[in-house]
């Protein structure tokens, strides 16, 4: 695809910050309850304006900075369950229509707004999931069906709010896409076809490079 490519639109933007829930017998805190928000949003540093995450180790940092999630996935898990999901339902900050995320490249640079992002790798669900969908059993579920959505660097501060085009200026060569890293996850016949993305995640590269044959 050439640069300078529309390709969707954001839908909503959202943030949220640390709730305290209880889970197997215990308080934890999470930050998967998102909701949309007016107006222009901020995209510095690791994070939107008036997003936090609760649990550094795991999530958040650079490589995972803003998630993003379809409007044909929401579709798809709508008639799966049998009821509505309003959007930041996954705990995404951008619920986007017409892109499918399966498909985009590593290392892929979107304009959205007045902030570039780069596409960087599918997510992997946790606890946090389940209990922001009433289903200890729905990590799995969501990860079996592999709509996993993208999460995505900061690569240009600025900007981003609903309504806003998502534009391609940028798409590597590799052709490694979220839905080939999603599979290598279960199939480490295709790290080595994975690692040819120069843009993988530092500490994924480095588990997949170990057991690379």
């Known amino acids: 695809m050439a640069a300078g490519v529309v390709v969707g639109r954001v839908v909503s933007v959202n943030v949220g910050r640390p709730r305290s829930v209880p889970y197997r017998g215990r308080t934890r805190s999470t930050s998967i309850w998102k909701a949309p928000v007016l107006g222009r949003v901020a995209a510095q540093g690791c994070n939107l304006e008036g997003d936090e995450q609760a649990d550094r180790r795991v999530h958040g940092g650079a490589d995972k900075a803003v998630y993003a999630y379809s409007c044909g996935d929401y ?42 992002l780069e596409v960087c790798q599918p997510r992997t669900p946790c606890w946090k999931l389940g ?23 900061i690569a240009g501060e600025g900007d981003v709010g609903a309504g806003d085009e998502v534009v391609v200026v940028h798409r590597p060569a590799h052709g490694v896409t979220i839905d080939l890293v999603y599979r290598a996850f279960d199939d480490p016949s295709l790290f080595p076809a994975v690692l040819a993305a120069p843009e993988l995640p530092r500490r994924l590269r480095a588990r997949m490079a170990a057991h690379a044959s």
């Not at 059993?137 to 996993?148: C, I, N, Q």
């Open 75 to 116: 579709a798809w898990w709508e008639a799966e369950l049998g009821r509505h999901l309003d959007p930041g339902t996954f705990g995404e900050n951008l619920t986007v229509d017409g892109i499918d995320l399966a498909a985009a490249v590593v290392g892929e640079r979107w304009q959205v707004g007045s902030a570039e």
């Open 131 to 153: 209990v922001r969908m009433g289903d200890d059993t729905f990590p799995d579920r969501f990860e079996a069906a592999g709509r996993l959505g993208a999460y995505l660097r």
